[in-house]
């Protein structure tokens, strides 16, 4: 990464000579693969906790630290007050959590997914009405955000309310896909989306990579 607060979707991460190790940090997160006799040592924390691997890593030539989007739709909960007259529309940023992944690169071309790590701002949870969910916190930011280096992805949003009243969301649904992200301004950018509230529920319809904008 070209600094501290620059984000890739893929990082190389460098098989250590024995003795060695490497070290790779992204926001409050920092992974150390050290290799030792047997095979290899992973440690992974977030400042708050760190669990540890021991892998095996066979044919496996190289690795890399990938981040990807959360498995289930997430249910992002706005940290201010949205409101939206009837008919009037709202655009923002929201961001959202990325699970870090190593993932093991053979010969052959094919790769691994060899270890998903955890990533405390994701809380799933079960809803009768939206099955598995993430519950996500986020400011809504009025302008791009700053790169801080946190594994997250920024999401354009275009908020319209199509009914006869006032409307204060809750919470957005978001659903985020692999190939939805890409690199931007030192960050992690989703494709666009419009959100519109029919009065029962949201309708989604995403926009173009091009259309994103500061």
């Known amino acids: ?51 540890r691997f021991a892998l ?3 044919d496996i030539g190289q690795l890399s630290l990938q981040l990807e ?31 870090p992944v190593v993932v093991g690169h053979r010969a052959n ?11 405390a701002d994701l809380g799933g949870e ?5 099955g598995t969910t993430f519950r996500v916190a986020s400011s809504w930011h009025v302008r791009f955000p700053m790169p801080t280096g946190e594994a997250r992805a920024t999401v354009p949003l275009t908020l319209f309310n199509d009914a006869a009243e006032m409307f204060a969301p809750a919470d957005l649904p978001v ?18 989306r419009r959100l519109r509230w029919s009065g029962q529920s949201w ?5 173009r990579r091009a259309e994103v904008n500061g």
């Open 203 to 207: 309708n989604g319809t995403p926009r």
């Open 56 to 58: 095996g890593l066979g």
């Open 175 to 192: 659903q985020l896909l692999r190939q939805d992200l890409f690199v931007r301004r030192s960050s992690i950018v989703a494709a666009p």
């Open 1 to 51: 990464m070209s600094s501290p607060d620059s984000l890739a979707l893929s990082s190389p991460l460098l098989r250590p000579e024995r003795g060695g190790s490497t070290r790779v940090r992204v926001g409050r997160f920092e992974l150390v693969l050290e290799a030792v006799r047997g095979g290899h040592s992973l440690l992974w924390g977030d400042g708050r906790e760190a669990r």
């Open 109 to 119: 071309g094919q790769d691994l997914r060899l270890l998903e790590l955890a990533n």
């Open 126 to 130: 079960w809803d009768e009405r939206f």
């Open 69 to 99: 989007p959360p498995a289930w739709p997430c249910r992002v909960v706005v940290r201010e007050t949205l409101v939206l007259a009837p008919g009037a529309r709202v655009r923002g940023y929201v961001q959202l959590p990325l699970v």
